[in-house]
């Protein structure tokens, strides 16, 4: 069965990017960092929050979102925003998609939402308080629900 694949579109906070390395190594997910990161990969507040982890991560570098889709030209990409109106809940996930998450700041752009409104979701959140939640909170959120429904936790 292939794995679920996390795809972070140049992330910027260092310790999200270790907490979501770590999530993957714990779950057979892969970890595909995309375009500029506002870090260095020897950074080590990334380090320290992915542990002794790393090992077991497999990470895959790529220029822009576009390789990344060329490369797995068969698979699913789904797009996380707060910007969205559709539930992450209401997706049947299946190993080998792709969960998409854009940097901490500005999200992912608001024309790749709308030039995929189908695979465009939200994780949503009853208080109006709150604008987003944590980067790799959201991952987890997610990558488990996505675990859950494939069968993959059993």
């Known amino acids: 069965m292939p794995p679920f694949n996390i795809a972070l579109i140049e ?3 260092p310790p999200n990017t270790g907490n ?3 999530l993957c190594a714990a779950t057979g997910t892969r970890l595909h ?3 500029k990161l506002g ?3 020897e950074d080590r507040y990334l380090k320290r929050a992915g542990l002794d982890y790393w090992e077991f991560v497999e990470i ?3 220029q822009d979102l576009d390789a990344l889709k060329a490369h797995y030209p068969q698979s699913r990409f789904f797009y996380l925003s707060t910007k ?3 539930s992450y809940l209401e997706v049947d996930f299946t190993p080998g998609d792709f969960l998409v998450f854009g940097k901490e700041t500005k999200g992912l752009p608001e024309e790749l939402l709308a030039a995929n409104p189908d695979t465009s979701i939200t994780i949503p959140m ?5 604008r ?5 909170t959201s991952a987890g959120i997610v990558l488990y629900e996505a675990l859950r429904k494939s069968g993959v936790l059993g």
């Open 39 to 41: 870090f260095s990969t």
């Open 11 to 13: 992330p910027e906070i």
């Open 33 to 35: 960092l995309v375009g």
């Open 20 to 22: 979501i390395a770590r």
């Open 126 to 130: 009853p208080s109006e308080n709150v």
């Open 132 to 136: 987003s939640l944590n980067l790799s």
């Open 84 to 86: 969205v109106g559709r």
């Open 60 to 62: 895959r570098y790529w």
